[in-house]
């Protein structure tokens, strides 16, 4: 593997979806990506597929409670 940045996706576990896209749409100024129904509750932060390819989603879990080990980081591996 290239020496490049291993993390390419993470999940935002959240326990109101529509909440916290308008949060992160405020903060960062950016519009979210509402993901197919048949993906569960979930919606994608942008990303430009030709710059760094490294995105994630904000994931509405039922009976979620909020943590601070909330968010799940998934690293490349050639394996």
Known sequence: MKN????NWFDINVSNLN???EFYETVFNIKLIDFPKEF???SGFPFDP???NITGALVEKEDFMPSSSNT???FESED
């Open 4 to 7: 490049v940045n291993p993390v």
């Open 19 to 21: 909440n916290a896209k």
């Open 40 to 42: 569960g509750k979930q």
């Open 50 to 52: 030709k710059g760094i």
């Open 72 to 74: 799940v980081i998934y």
